[in-house]
């Protein structure tokens, strides 16, 4: 039987046209952290790398701080908000299970009616949404797509939690996607360990705080929160994690290289998930990349903002010249589920 649908017509290849970044005012240097752990500036900076990280203040919510960045990103890819076919906006923090934030997004940047959705998987989340809007593009359903990692893990900290306490920052990074004449996003080498994924979880889930009547419940056709309940924050199994993320994660971003036709030497630039220095140090040294290669450690003043880290690393390497447009750079996330996405791409 022969198709009577038509074959898409979209754009030969994909390309990021433009980055944007926004981080909160607020710095929060270690010794604030200490206030609250029993910890010392040393140990944190030897173990994670980081000596400030950025909090959100009551204004600089996931929206807003989305709005920044993706106005930044539209103006530095040369398009008005109008041409957005699709927002795509990876986060863990924003707090209503509906709408997604991506509609509410769409609508404070002036972008008409473009498809818009979430998407949760953790620090992996900018490349998966990178991933789709290559994809739309090529396929045709959009002409230009606004991708957004955004976080106020501030939100989900927990201060007393020693092991996470001074890990986690806020901020939004954003990239357009839009039509290429040559290849400019590579192959997307990307999956899930779900049997791994209690190593990084929210402690406690929301319907754990409700007194409601729930149909099915526990007793008499409700079920009632306990009186005292903390607060759900995120925790991890830091040696398991970075385990895994330095033998597991070195394998992927090869695999990344390979499917793009690209050999270490090639690259201009490694912008991985700023989680850890030295899980950075330790997977620079086993993909044996060059010294050439310009590393982002942009985890020394920002902290770990999960979807929003690459964009946020991507833009600060580009914005203060130590990478420039046209470089070749290794992208590779990692986190919670325990996901994972790498690719090779051609900076805007």
């Not at 402690?203 to 409700?210: E, G, P, S």
Request: glycine share 10%.
């Amino acid at each position: 039987m022969t198709s009577k649908i038509k074959p898409s017509k979209g754009a030969p290849y994909a390309r990021i046209m433009g980055v944007g970044g926004y981080r909160p005012t607020r710095v929060v240097p270690n010794e604030e952290i200490l206030k609250h752990i029993d910890s010392s500036d040393e140990w944190i900076r030897s173990r994670s790398g980081i000596a400030t990280r950025h909090w959100a203040g009551p204004d600089e919510t996931v929206a807003t701080m989305s709005v920044e960045a993706a106005g930044k990103a539209i103006a530095d890819a040369g398009i008005t908000p109008e041409q957005i076919d699709a927002v795509v906006v990876s986060t863990v923090s924003h707090f209503k299970q509906t709408p997604a934030i991506a509609t509410e997004i769409a609508h404070l940047i002036g972008a008409g009616k473009p498809a818009a959705f979430d998407i949760s998987a953790g620090c992996a989340g900018f490349g998966y949404g990178l991933t789709l809007a290559k994809g739309m593009v090529t396929e045709g359903s959009a002409g230009h797509v606004l991708v957004i990692g955004v976080e106020r893990l501030s939100d989900l900290t927990d201060l007393e939690d020693r092991a996470t306490a001074f890990l986690f920052g806020d901020g939004a990074g954003a990239v357009i996607v839009g039509p290429a004449t040559e290849p400019a996003i590579g192959p997307t080498v990307w999956g899930s360990e779900g049997d791994k994924a209690e190593t990084i979880k929210q402690t406690i889930a929301w319907d754990a705080y409700r007194t409601t009547p729930v149909p099915g419940g526990d007793g008499p056709g409700e079920r009632t929160a306990p009186e005292a309940i903390r607060y759900p924050a995120i925790t991890q199994e830091g040696q398991a994690v970075f385990r895994w993320a330095v033998f597991e994660m070195a394998k992927v971003a090869q695999q990344a290289l390979d499917a793009a036709g690209v050999s270490p030497d090639d690259l201009d630039v490694f912008i991985p998930h700023q989680a850890n220095m030295r899980i950075i140090d330790s997977m620079v040294k086993t993909l044996k990349l060059p010294e050439s290669v310009t590393v982002a450690r942009d985890v020394e003043t920002t902290g770990n903002t999960s979807a929003a880290s690459i964009p946020l690393a991507m833009e600060r390497l580009l914005a203060t010249g130590q990478a420039k447009s046209g470089d070749t750079a290794l992208v590779i996330g990692f986190g919670a589920g325990l996901v994972y996405a790498a690719t090779v791409v051609t900076l805007p």
